[in-house]
């Protein structure tokens, strides 16, 4: 994410990838796995602290990475019906782009507490 002198979130450096994709490609022995990019920092860890509920995702290649990484998510307090696997690693295009949405977030509201869910 490129970032303003304030460093706020001003663009993408990948418009057309990832930064995933990017280090799967630069550490391709390395499972990467992209996950809890699309709520404020204090959310990452207290996922109860905003209603209605967040979803997180996983992006990536490694179904047994995957797998570990949703056990960290779980032990985070992240209900495991909420943790949306969007499979390989190039779905990390959608939720990086996210943060497109943050500098207009936080100007209205602060540091509130903010997350992305799906409505279901």
Do not use: C
């Not at 994410?1 to 057309?16: A, E, H, T």
């Not at 570990?68 to 690693?89: Q, Y």
């Amino acid at each position: 994410m490129r970032r303003d002198d304030k460093g706020m979130p001003i663009g993408l450096f990948y418009p057309d990838s990832s930064v995933a994709e990017h280090l799967q490609a630069a550490l391709p022995h390395t499972s990467v796995v992209k996950t809890l990019n699309t709520m404020l920092f204090t959310v990452m860890g207290n996922p109860k602290s905003v209603s209605p509920s967040p979803v997180v995702f996983l992006s990536g290649n490694d179904k047994d990475a995957k797998a570990e990484v949703r056990k960290l998510l779980t032990a985070f307090g992240w209900d495991d019906a909420l943790i949306e696997d969007l499979v390989p690693i190039f779905t990390a295009r959608g939720p990086e782009a996210f943060m497109h949405f943050v500098p207009h977030i936080i100007g209205n509201h602060g540091f509130a507490p903010f997350a992305l869910t799906i409505a279901r």
